[in-house]
């Protein structure tokens, strides 16, 4: 990316302004750190240390450091949500522990010092970025909005100026609650405000009501209660990777056979009592929310980023409604509707052997038919209609600001687009995303994808690179978001060209 390193690369100039000096923005998202578990085979996979990136993440920080960037350079490192996975639970004795402790701020610490001491690669890294001068910005994500404690944030803050020698580096140390905007005009957030099931009511303050001899606990969403009770739970599919959770029955019941019949693990069991304990927890957690909350959560992020307050008013409006809102919806993603009333359809049909009477016969027709009706009926908002719903919001969002760039992470698809003059990008995710059970097929092999972007003298410029081992190459993937499952698919496309806009 210097000017030495990467004098014949083709940049697009997106802004023209009066700003002088010379900054670089590289985002990251979704590398979902946690405590790694011991040992080789295949149970938990996707978390065994060799599948995590920190080697790749030093690597990178190291080609900055070495030359990628000039001496008089500044960079803002920015994590854009979910570095940290506070959802994936402890490693006891060797072993993750199915739990789902209380989100407060006593336990993030302590998950957070696990963490750390289970990637000292990161922190090393990190400090080195740091004594070079440089900036760290966190971004709270929806399996990390820990992040958002006073503890939690001085203990990551000393853990890094520690790492790098002295306490003043920690000075350089940033965190964001909901959003980040630069000096250049850029916005990074997360991005699942926009999506129901991880939406927070007040990004800002995500907490349950308090109650009176209580840590302040933050109020669960429906994707970190999937997560807890389901993902993290069956260790032969990767949470990380989507399509691997979505298989047909056929395709559950060969995977079954193949990985757990023989096991004393239980997909089903799992999935039922998982499924379940979130409709009920749904059904009695709902948080009604208050007018006066929605004007504290605006008021705090004006405090914290510098935004108009009446700026993010618009931008909260954006938000999509927590998933406890519907709770119909709730039952439909985790099957528990088609479960229930399967089961009764199943029992209807059985009862004329047992009641030989008209109405018992018209029961053994009449259920079965409605949870037919009701199957057809009743569709089901996809993934892919997810994130591009997400996807939109970032037009909304430059307009409310102003702004010259937007970037968001949480989906884990990577693009980078120009749009008259203003850069649209996902900084995708540094996950142990695999094809294979083996994790040994990158759900992407194009490398890790970082957005970076450079400011000289008003001037933006940069986009969407991969790291390819020695170097952050440009990737000029310009479509957001491919489609889902061409996405789980695809092969690395041809680079192309940028489309134009003006200077």
Known sequence: MARSAHGAAKWVILWTGDLRTLRHTLVISDVHLCEGVPGDDLWMRWRQNPYFPDTEFAAVVDHLLGGALDPDDRLDLVFNGDLFDFDAGRVIDGKALFEDLPRTEPIAIDLLDRILADHEGYVAALARLLRAGHRVIFVSGNHDPQLGFPGVRIRLRERLANAAGHVRFGDNVLFRTWFW???????????????????????????????????????????????????????????????????????????????????????????????????????????????????????????????????????????????????????????????????????????????????AVGIAIGLPLLFAAYELATPKITLDDNYRLIATRAETIQKIYRLKAVIFGHTHVPYGRWSDGVFFGNSGTWSAAYRDLECSIPVDPRGKPVIWLRAENGRLSGGLHRWNGHALVPDFEKVAPVDHERFSESMPPAVGEPDAVPA
Request: aromatic residues 12%; negative net charge.
């Open 181 to 359: 905007q630069g000096p250049d005009g850029i916005h990074v957030e997360h991005g699942n405000q926009y999506d129901t099931y991880c939406s927070f009511r007040y990004p800002m303050a995500p907490f349950m009501p308090p109650e009176r001899g209580h840590d302040r606990e933050i109020h669960a969403t429906v994707g970190s209660m999937a997560f807890r009770l389901l993902g993290a739970r069956l260790g032969f599919l990767n949470p990380h990777v989507d399509a691997s959770f979505l298989m047909d029955l056929d395709g559950y019941l060969r995977h079954w056979f193949k990985h757990y019949m023989f096991t004393d693990h239980s997909l089903a069991l799992t999935w039922l009592k998982g499924a379940f304990t979130i409709a009920t927890r749904v059904a009695l957690g709902r948080d009604k929310g208050s007018p006066d909350r929605a004007d504290q959560d605006a008021q705090a992020a004006s405090h914290e980023t510098g935004a108009d307050v009446d700026d993010i008013a618009q931008h909260r409006e954006l938000f999509a409604a927590p998933a406890e809102e519907s709770f119909h919806r709730v039952l439909r993603e985790f099957w528990v509707d088609r479960m229930t009333l399967g089961a009764l359809s199943a029992v209807a049909v059985l009862t004329p052997a047992f009641f030989r009477n008209r109405t």
